[in-house]
């Protein structure tokens, strides 16, 4: 077993972990939060996606005990104290960039990460932004749409957070 | 998809890694980015009793200057190799080629040396350390040693590097002003080559005057087309004799018929994506 201490969603979390836990299932069945998914479980479809010291990374493919020290977020992280939903997640809801919605809270992780990187993508950026998150369902037009509206609400408020 | 049970250690200097190494034998096995090993380990095609992960050794990672040279540690994600200013000056090649490797999440974690090591003859920058003529910075037990790109890679998934040893950087000439292109085909926009060429060509009024070019996906390692640049010099930079001097990019090479393409298809695209490379690359 290995001693490791990660943050997540802004909560400090000291853990036993087995070196062969994933990122991934110490999200969802230590820590609880069931709302990164697991889609294909070979680091294809970026279901998992979740923010490893801000940066985008699929959950599948990182063991917990290289998360030891760093700081996580989930899609569980991205609302506002009273619930007030990241920009990013209101343009999900607003441009219905989902139907299952399994792909969803990893679209969105990377969404995230792709506007801190790029604040105002083309549309072509977009799409080559996101080619690491598959989705069976929609056809990809709504999340663009998604993705356009979310830099423009950021953009307005004042930058990415 | 869990892997089998192993041991773990995350030293934090070059000099404990290799002890570490030397210790575990045979059933010790570095982890860079965990790009490509972790899905190996989770499909259990492997299971190390041990995992040395480099993720700690600051002395890695970051790309530097060493007088004329540029020296990219092994430890450098692929996201920080495109970011890096003196990689966007003086290897353009290298930034390039790593933009078009898989997708922003493998490349936030994925390392030049990992995808080197890795040797995977559809992985994208073998091909970039043959054509610049990269030397291979390697450390072992009895200290260390450098291999030229073209003698690293030996076989499908197979390198010059011992078991006891590790990759510790890349090292590079500058190949500042220096026009460059990678030219990739794949079927599906975040994976691995059908078939790529990495060109960098030099032109001064209209004559090609230096050129490099190598192959991904032709054999069991990144191929140099030394027929295509021997065509290419002193020759005009035209689409003509560019596509002519494309002619020659399957000399020398072995292409696999798989379920992606077949052999004649991969030699069909060598050709073809010379020729594009090359003309993106004198631009
Ligand atoms: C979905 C997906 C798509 C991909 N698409 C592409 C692509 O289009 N093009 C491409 O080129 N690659 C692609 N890759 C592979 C990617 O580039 C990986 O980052 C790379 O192959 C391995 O790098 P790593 O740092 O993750 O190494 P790891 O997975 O940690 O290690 C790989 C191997 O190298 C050994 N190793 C690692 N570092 C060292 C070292 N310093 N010294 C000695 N041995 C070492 C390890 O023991 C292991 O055997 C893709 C990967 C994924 C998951
Ligand atoms: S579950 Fe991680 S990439 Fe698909
Ligand atoms: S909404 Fe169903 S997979 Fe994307």
């Known amino acids: 077993m290995a001693k490791i201490t990660v943050a997540v969603d802004g909560t400090t979390y000291q853990d036993e972990v087995e070196p062969r836990m994933l990122l991934v299932q110490y999200l969802r069945e230590k820590v609880g939060k069931t709302g990164t998914l697991i889609g294909c479980d070979t680091?294809?479809?970026?279901?998992?996606?979740?923010?490893?010291d801000g940066a985008s990374v699929k959950s599948c493919s990182v063991l917990a005990v290289q998360a030891d020290g760093h700081e996580v977020t989930t899609i569980e992280g991205l609302a506002g104290i009273n619930g007030e939903l990241h920009p990013v997640q209101q343009a999900f809801h607003?441009?219905?960039a989902l139907q299952c919605g399994y792909c969803t809270p990893g679209m969105i992780m990377?969404?995230?990460?792709?506007?801190?990187e790029n604040p105002h993508p083309t549309e072509a950026e977009i799409r080559e932004g996101l080619n690491?998150?598959?989705c069976r369902c929609t056809g990809y037009q709504n999340i663009v749409a998604a993705v356009q509206q979310a830099a423009d609400a950021l953009a307005t408020a004042g930058g990415a957070r | 998809m869990i892997p089998a049970s192993f041991d773990y250690t995350a030293p934090t200097t070059l000099a404990d890694a290799l002890a570490a190494l030397?210790?575990?034998g045979d059933d010790a096995k570095i982890l860079a980015g965990g790009q490509s090993l972790l899905p190996v380990l989770k499909l259990r095609m492997a299971a190390p009793g041990l995992l040395i992960d480099l993720g700690k050794i600051d002395e890695l990672r970051g790309v530097r200057r060493e007088g004329d040279t540029i020296v990219v540690g092994a430890m450098t994600t692929h996201h920080d190799v495109i970011a890096d200013p003196l990689v966007r000056e003086h290897l353009s090649l290298l930034a390039k080629t790593t933009e078009q490797v898989a997708d922003a999440q493998v490349r936030y974690r994925g390392t030049l040396g990992g995808a080197l090591a890795h040797a995977d003859p559809a992985g994208d920058l073998g091909a970039v350390t043959v054509a610049l003529d990269a030397q291979m910075r390697i450390a072992g037990p009895n200290g260390t040693r450098s291999v030229p790109a073209a003698q690293f890679f030996t076989d499908y998934f197979t390198t010059a590097l011992a078991e006891n040893e590790i990759l510790t950087g890349i090292a590079f000439d500058s190949f500042a002003g220096w026009g460059a292109h990678y030219e990739k085909?794949?079927?599906v926009s975040q994976a691995w080559s059908t078939v790529a060429v990495a060109a960098a060509v030099l032109v001064a009024g209209g004559t090609v005057t230096a050129a490099r070019v190598a192959l991904t996906n032709m054999g069991p390692t990144p191929i140099r087309a030394r027929a295509v640049e021997a065509a290419l010099v002193d020759g005009p930079a035209s689409d003509d004799a560019v596509r002519a001097a494309a002619q020659a990019a399957t000399e020398g090479t072995a292409p696999v018929d798989d379920a992606t393409a077949p052999a004649a298809y991969r030699s069909h695209l060598a050709r073809v994506l010379t020729g594009r490379a090359v003309l993106a690359a004198a631009g």
Do not use: E, I, P, Y
């Open chain 1, 43 to 52: 680091s294809n479809c970026g279901a998992c996606t979740v923010l490893l």
């Open chain 1, 94 to 96: 607003d441009k219905h």
């Open chain 1, 110 to 116: 990377r969404s995230v990460c792709l506007l801190n």
């Open chain 1, 132 to 134: 690491g998150n598959l």
């Open chain 2, 22 to 24: 030397a210790q575990g």
């Open chain 2, 185 to 187: 085909f794949h079927t």
